[in-house]
């Protein structure tokens, strides 16, 4: 039973675990796909306060780009400020209070091509004015062999000087840069870090794990690989790291697929050593638990992820735990109290 929607999150309901524990979310996404081409098509205000208002006391979220209510018409560059300008009302709107006390994308990511050098500054100009929740943008640098992962980029963009121009623009403006990409391009994310020391980089979903297609019954490959490029980007101290996106299909668990929807403790036995990995790698002050709704909200319910999220974290101290479930993302993303 595939994507089976809340009806079948709901077949597995816990207690919330510590239901007063502050929570930043610091990934997801809104948007509004005609015609329908993927699950939960439709996420929008109601649908994400109806997830972070399930028990856990998720005080603030960021909002990033999802290619999502584009301008229809004007130059392309300019085109994703209107991703910005619509997110900022909902933001507004769920600033009024009247869906309770969390405010949703208390910072908004948004999109600029950094393959426009120098030039990038007048999109993101416009991106600022556009909302004064704007923190940066975030640019998917994913390229992959596998024909089943949708390439993002060419191969290399991170060592394109043009490209690198681009981010030093968002780093004399006090932005910064999240990025997704694919497992195997983590040594050269280390590179494109150490090139650009002044710009804060926030590396999305634990590094873009793939444990399908090509990358299927390879772990042997495959985790080393990884840990190897998780190290490499943690030494690069302008560098944070997203814990989270293991409920998308890519990771290969195919929790979407069971009859009942996993539970909190085998899920967090089944992330632990991912995350354990990345956090000792990082410290947790440069870690950030996140959602990643809707995409992950295909394998797990919003309650269920963050009740694996605490008792993953159960054998850290008071602080690493604040750090990682809210403090990290609300410094990262200028997110007042």
Same mark, same amino acid.
């Given at each position: 039973?595939?994507?089976?929607?809340?009806?079948?999150?709901?077949?597995?309901?816990?207690?919330?675990?510590?239901?007063?524990?502050?929570?930043?979310?610091?990934?997801?996404?809104?948007?509004?796909?005609?015609?329908?081409?993927?699950?939960?098509?439709?996420?929008?205000?109601?649908?994400?306060?109806?997830?972070?208002?399930?028990?856990?006391?998720?005080?603030?979220?960021?909002?990033?780009?999802?290619?999502?209510?584009?301008?229809?018409?004007?130059?392309?560059?300019?085109?994703?400020?209107?991703?910005?300008?619509?997110?900022?009302?909902?933001?507004?709107?769920?600033?009024?209070?009247?869906?309770?006390?969390?405010?949703?994308?208390?910072?908004?990511?948004?999109?600029?091509?950094?393959?426009?050098?120098?030039?990038?500054?007048?999109?993101?100009?416009?991106?600022?004015?556009?909302?004064?929740?704007?923190?940066?943008?975030?640019? +998917? =640098?994913?390229?992959?062999?596998?024909?089943?992962?949708?390439? !993002?980029?060419?191969? *290399?963009?991170?060592?394109? @000087? #043009?490209?690198?121009?681009?981010?030093?623009?968002?780093?004399r403006m006090g932005l910064s840069l999240d990025t997704m990409l694919s497992f195997p391009q983590l040594p050269e994310l280390a590179d494109f870090a150490r090139a650009v020391p002044d710009l804060p980089i926030i590396?999305?979903?634990?590094?873009?794990?793939?444990?399908?297609?090509?990358?299927?019954?390879?772990?042997?490959?495959?985790?080393?690989?990884?840990?190897?490029?998780?190290?490499?980007?943690?030494?690069?101290? +302008? =560098?944070?790291?997203?814990?989270?996106?293991?409920?998308?299909? !890519?990771?290969?668990? *195919?929790?979407?697929?069971? @009859? #009942?929807?996993?539970?909190?403790?085998?899920?967090?036995?089944?992330?632990?050593?991912?995350?354990?990995?990345?956090?000792?790698?990082?410290?947790?002050?440069?870690?950030?638990?996140?959602?990643?709704?809707?995409?992950?909200?295909?394998?797990?319910?919003?309650?269920?992820?963050?009740?694996?999220?605490?008792?993953?974290?159960?054998?850290?101290?008071?602080?690493?735990?604040?750090?990682?479930?809210?403090?990290?993302?609300?410094?990262?993303?200028?997110?007042?109290?």
């Amino acid at each position: 039973m595939p994507f089976g929607g809340n009806d079948w999150l709901a077949l597995n309901e816990e207690p919330t675990l510590e239901p007063e524990s502050p929570i930043c979310d610091p990934h997801h996404h809104f948007w509004d796909r005609r015609p329908a081409s993927i699950p939960y098509q439709r996420y929008l205000i109601h649908e994400l306060m109806g997830d972070i208002g399930s028990g856990h006391n998720v005080r603030s979220t960021v909002f990033v780009e999802a290619r999502s209510m584009y301008r229809a018409a004007g130059p392309a560059e300019m085109r994703p400020v209107g991703e910005v300008e619509f997110v900022n009302g909902l933001a507004a709107a769920g600033a009024s209070g009247i869906y309770g006390p969390s405010r949703p994308a208390s910072a908004i990511v948004g999109h600029a091509d950094l393959k426009l050098g120098d030039d990038v500054v007048g999109v993101l100009e416009a991106l600022q004015a556009a909302a004064g929740r704007f923190r940066g943008i975030r640019h +998917n =640098v994913t390229w992959s062999p596998d024909p089943t992962l949708e390439n !993002r980029e060419t191969e *290399g963009i991170m060592a394109n @000087e #043009t490209f690198r121009a681009g981010a030093r623009v968002l780093a004399r403006m006090g932005l910064s840069l999240d990025t997704m990409l694919s497992f195997p391009q983590l040594p050269e994310l280390a590179d494109f870090a150490r090139a650009v020391p002044d710009l804060p980089i926030i590396l999305n979903h634990l590094g873009g794990v793939s444990r399908t297609g090509i990358y299927a019954g390879r772990d042997d490959e495959v985790i080393p690989q990884w840990r190897e490029g998780i190290a490499a980007v943690a030494a690069c101290p +302008n =560098v944070v790291c997203k814990v989270g996106g293991m409920g998308m299909p !890519r990771w290969g668990f *195919g929790w979407w697929q069971r @009859e #009942t929807p996993i539970g909190s403790e085998e899920l967090a036995d089944a992330m632990a050593p991912w995350m354990n990995y990345a956090i000792e790698q990082f410290g947790p002050d440069r870690c950030m638990f996140e959602s990643n709704f809707p995409p992950d909200k295909v394998s797990f319910s919003y309650n269920v992820m963050y009740n694996a999220f605490k008792r993953l974290s159960q054998n850290y101290s008071a602080s690493e735990r604040a750090d990682m479930l809210h403090d990290t993302a609300a410094r990262v993303y200028r997110i007042e109290a």
